[in-house]
């Protein structure tokens, strides 16, 4: 059994889709035994203490050069395996990923390599796409490396564009579709793998 640290900033629907997921047997290979967020006011918080999972805010504002050590330290002491990146906004340095080196992934709600990279997250994606003209967008769930939205792709779920859709109607579109259906997913198969 893997212990996963799931990190988040925000609402948290794709940490309880993970949480749903671990519940129902989609995950089994693995259990979240720690929830970080960098933001004390997420939502994500309250979702991971409702499920009796372990919380730590390391707030970046705070800590400031001392972030990332911070964060190394914590998923140290709470043995962590593996990490997943759901709506963490925050961009990890080179030094952070090749710590924990095919051992994070992230969700990505486009069809990467569209719309994704430094600047593109949470509904900023969907403006673009929407901006663009796309007819097909989708989300992406990808092993993290020093390059933003850069690493391996793991899977990717295609979603339909649809007339007046607005950027929160294709958010939410895509993260029913799509997101909340392939992280679980993934997360299962790169931890059965993982030796
Ligand atoms: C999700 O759509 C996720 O894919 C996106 O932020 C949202 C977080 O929602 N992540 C990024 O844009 C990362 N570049 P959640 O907090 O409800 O899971």
């Known amino acids: 059994m893997k212990n996963i640290a799931v990190l988040v900033s925000g609402g948290g629907t794709n940490l309880q889709a993970l949480i749903d997921a671990e519940k129902s047997g989609i ?12 933001n004390p ?3 994500a918080l309250e979702r991971a203490k409702k499920a009796g999972i372990k919380t730590v ?18 998923l140290e002491e709470n043995e962590t395996d593996f990490i997943v990146l ?11 990923t090749s710590h924990f080196e095919r051992k994070i992934i ?16 949470g509904l900023r994606v969907h403006e673009a796409a929407l901006n663009y003209g796309v007819k097909v967008t989708g989300a992406t769930v990808h092993f ?3 390059i933003p939205d850069g690493g391996e792709i793991i899977m990717q779920k295609a979603v339909e564009i649809k007339d007046g859709d607005t950027p929160e109607i294709l958010q939410k579109r895509v993260m029913e579709e799509a997101e909340w259906k392939i992280l679980p997913l993934s997360l299962e198969k790169v931890c059965s793998e993982l030796k």
């Open 144 to 146: 993290v490396n020093e």
């Open 86 to 96: 759901a709506g963490f906004m925050c961009i990890l340095s080179e030094k952070f």
């Open 27 to 38: 995950i089994k290979s693995g259990k979240i035994n720690l929830v970080i967020s960098n």
């Open 106 to 121: 992230n969700v990505h709600p486009s069809l990467i390599p569209s719309f994704c990279g430094k600047g593109f997250y």
């Open 57 to 74: 805010v390391c707030n970046k504002k705070e800590l400031g050069s001392e972030f990332e050590n911070k964060l190394i330290s914590v």
């Open 41 to 43: 006011d997420a939502f």
